[in-house]
């Protein structure tokens, strides 16, 4: 996959490990999973992971794949934000 320079290849690469974390958390531990009582953080530890994907990505010169990826963290990132940071009421 990373031979293909394109942005379509980024979102793809880049959509691997927060749709694992998402399907993980949400489907097999049906969202019951907390650390430190804090929702987010298994999401927010598979964005870090996206930022050292990107990170590799343009050190290699592959910068329309690092593109792509920054695309996907921006949108997940949102997500989790709006959707699972938000003050409990």
Do not use: H, W
Not at 64 to 88: D, E, S, Y
């Amino acid at each position: 996959m990373l031979k293909n320079n394109s942005i379509v290849a980024g979102v793809i690469g880049g959509s691997i490990l927060p749709g694992v974390s998402l399907f993980v958390f949400l489907y097999l531990l049906k969202g019951d999973f907390l650390i430190f009582n804090k929702p987010g953080v298994p999401y927010l530890v598979a964005i870090t992971l996206n930022l050292f994907m990107i990170r590799y990505c343009f050190k290699e010169g592959k910068d329309n794949i690092a593109t792509g990826m920054i695309l996907i963290t921006f949108i997940f990132t949102a997500a989790v934000f709006l959707l699972k940071l938000q003050p409990i009421r």
